[in-house]
C-alpha cells in the first residue's frame, strides 16, 4: 500500500557492543509500540526476516485488517508472532519407518499428469501422499527441495537455509539436465543434485513422487531405502494446522497493514561505510548499527481501515485532523451563528483544534458531511435547544446523544477530549 507522497519516520542508531545495541533497538521498540498504541490502533509486533536490508533480526509492526496486503501467525498460547515469510513452525515427532512395512516401488505410467491435484485424481491418493519435488537455482547450482503435496514452499525460508544470493525456481534446461524429465515429472530417486525436505516429510512411507521419467510417476517410495535427504528443515509457509515452534499450542493466521519495521543491522553497512570508533584501548572498531522506520501515510491509511463505518471515518482522538466540529444548523439565523462563533473562539484560546462549519447549507447536509470526515465530538447548535439554553453533543465512534447546557460545554468538551485522548504520559 502505497499513498502518492510517501513519508516516511526514519532513525538510526550506532552502537558500540552488541550489548547497546540490543538496548538502542528495545528502547526503539517500545517506543514504536507507545505511537502505535497512542493512535489508537490495534497492532501486533511481529518478527520479520530482514530481506535485502540484511541485518540479524527484525520486527514489524502490523495493523491487523483482513483487507491487509501481509500474511501474519501468531500463536494463540504465547506471545509468538510473525509474519508468514518467517514463521516458523514446530516439526513432528520422528517416527521410523520398519524395513517390513515398506511396500515395492512401482513405476506407473501417467501420460501429461504433472500438478498434484491431477496426480491425485489419477492415481487415487491423497496430495498428503505425495511428494512435491522442486528443482531449485540457487546460485547457479541446482538444489532438489521437497514438500509434502499439500503444502507450499517458502522460497524465502528455502534462500535463508542455503544461505544463497539468489534463489529461483529452475528453468526448463536445468530441471531437465538435473532429473532426464521435463517438468512436472521430477522426483527424488536417483537425481543429480542436493535433496533437502520439509519437515513434513519427515515421517514419510510409501509415497508417490516423480519418476524422473516423462509421462512416469514412482509408488511406494521410502527415505532411506531409495533415495537419501541431505537435511531437513523448516522449508514450508506455515499453516493453521501447523504448531507454535515456542509452545507446541495451535497457530493462528490474520491479515495486516505493515506499518512500521525494525532492524538490527549489525556491521553491514558500518563497515561499508568505514564508520568506525576507537575503543579504550586505542583499537579501531567497528559501530554497530540498527534502523528504524515508520510509514506515516501508510499509518493514517491503515487508521482509516480499523476505524469507519458505512457513514466514513471515525478518527481515533489522538490522530485526529479536528477533535470537535461546531455545527451551527442554519448560519443564517444569527443567535445561531453567534453563539457558534463565541464557542469556536473560546475552545481555540483553551488549545482545543475545532472545526467551524460555517456554510450557508442544510443540515442534514453538514451533519452527513461531519460523519464523513469523522471528527470525533460533533456540537450541534439547534434553536430549539439554544432557547433552553442547550447544544447538543455527539461522538462519532458511539453515536451516543447528550444536552449540555450552554455555561457548561466548555469543561464538558475538554473532559471528553482528555477521556479519548487516553493515557498520553507514557
Same mark, same amino acid.
Request: aromatic residues 6%; proline residues 5%.
Given at each position: 500500500m502505497r499513498c502518492r507522497e510517501f513519508g516516511m519516520k526514519d532513525a538510526y542508531s550506532f552502537d558500540a557492543d552488541e550489548e547497546s545495541a540490543e538496548l538502542s533497538y528495545q528502547?526503539?521498540?517500545?517506543? #514504536?509500540?507507545?505511537?502505535?498504541?497512542?493512535?489508537?490502533?490495534?497492532?501486533?509486533?511481529?518478527?520479520?526476516?530482514?530481506g535485502t536490508i540484511g541485518g540479524s533480526f527484525s520486527h514489524e509492526f502490523m495493523v491487523m485488517a483482513d483487507s491487509g496486503e501481509d500474511g501474519l501467525v501468531f500463536c494463540s498460547s504465547c506471545s509468538y508472532a510473525a509474519n508468514l515469510e518467517k514463521a516458523e513452525v514446530h516439526p513432528p515427532e520422528k517416527?521410523?519407518?520398519?524395513?517390513?512395512?515398506?511396500?515395492?516401488?512401482?513405476?506407473?505410467?501417467?501420460?501429461?499428469?504433472? /500438478?498434484?491435484?491431477?496426480?491425485?485424481?489419477?492415481?487415487?491418493?491423497?496430495?498428503?501422499d505425495i511428494v512435491k519435488t522442486l528443482i531449485f537455482n540457487a546460485d547457479g547450482v541446482p538444489v532438489a527441495v521437497l514438500i509434502r503435496g499439500d503444502e507450499e514452499v517458502n522460497e524465502i525460508k528455502v534462500k535463508n537455509y542455503l544461505g544463497c544470493q539468489e534463489l529461483e525456481l529452475a528453468m526448463d534446461d536445468m530441471i531437465q539436465n538435473v532429473t532426464g524429465a521435463p517438468r512436472g515429472f521430477a522426483g527424488a530417486v536417483g537425481i543429480k543434485s542436493r535433496v533437502i525436505a520439509d519437515y513434513s516429510l519427515m515421517n514419510m512411507k510409501n509415497v508417490v513422487m516423480g519418476a524422473n521419467k516423462e509421462d512416469y510417476h514412482i509408488r511406494n517410495v521410502n527415505e532411506g531405502r531409495d533415495f537419501k535427504i541431505a537435511a531437513f528443515a523448516d522449508l514450508k509457509v506455515a499453516r493453521e494446522t501447523d504448531y507454535c515452534p515456542r509452545c507446541r499450542k495451535s497457530l493462528q493466521l490474520a491479515r495486516g497493514i505493515e506499518v512500521g519495521h525494525v532492524f538490527k543491522l549489525g556491521t553491514k553497512y558500518s563497515k561499508a561505510m568505514g564508520a568506525s570508533y576507537l575503543d579504550s584501548n586505542g583499537k579501531e572498531q567497528t559501530m554497530i548499527m540498527g534502523c528504524y522506520g515508520i510509514g506515516i501515510g501508510r499509518t493514517v491509511a491503515a487508521c482509516i481501515e480499523q476505524n469507519h463505518d458505512e457513514n466514513g471515518i471515525i478518527w481515533p482522538m489522538p490522530i485526529?485532523?479536528?477533535?470537535?466540529?461546531? /455545527?451551527?444548523?442554519?448560519?443564517?439565523?444569527?443567535?445561531?451563528?453567534? /453563539?457558534?462563533?463565541?464557542? #469556536?473562539?473560546?475552545?481555540?484560546?483553551?488549545?482545543?483544534?475545532?472545526?467551524?462549519?460555517?456554510?450557508?447549507?442544510?443540515?442534514?447536509?453538514?451533519?452527513?458531511?461531519?460523519?464523513?470526515?469523522?471528527?470525533?465530538?460533533?456540537?450541534?447548535?439547534?434553536?430549539?435547544?439554544?432557547?433552553?439554553?442547550?447544544?447538543?453533543?455527539?461522538?462519532?465512534?458511539?453515536?451516543?446523544? /447528550?444536552?449540555?447546557?450552554?455555561?457548561?460545554?466548555e469543561d464538558t468538551l475538554l473532559h471528553l477530549i482528555e477521556e479519548k485522548m487516553g493515557d498520553l504520559s507514557s
Open positions: 528502547k526503539m521498540f517500545e517506543a #514504536y509500540q507507545r505511537i502505535f498504541a497512542r493512535c489508537g490502533l490495534g497492532f501486533r509486533p511481529v518478527e520479520a526476516d530482514s517416527i521410523e519407518v520398519a524395513a517390513n512395512d515398506m511396500l515395492p516401488l512401482e513405476e506407473v505410467h501417467t501420460p501429461n499428469v504433472r /500438478t498434484i491435484d491431477e496426480v491425485s485424481a489419477f492415481l487415487n491418493v491423497t496430495p498428503q485526529a485532523p479536528f477533535q470537535v466540529i461546531i /455545527t451551527p444548523v442554519n448560519m443564517n439565523d444569527k443567535n445561531l451563528a453567534d /453563539t457558534a462563533d463565541r464557542l #469556536y473562539g473560546a475552545l481555540i484560546e483553551k488549545g482545543v483544534e475545532v472545526l467551524l462549519d460555517d456554510r450557508d447549507e442544510r443540515a442534514g447536509v453538514k451533519f452527513k458531511d461531519a460523519d464523513l470526515i469523522g471528527i470525533p465530538i460533533r456540537v450541534t447548535i439547534g434553536p430549539k435547544k439554544l432557547a433552553e439554553g442547550k447544544v447538543e453533543i455527539r461522538l462519532r465512534d458511539t453515536g451516543e446523544v /447528550t444536552s449540555v447546557l450552554l455555561d457548561q460545554i
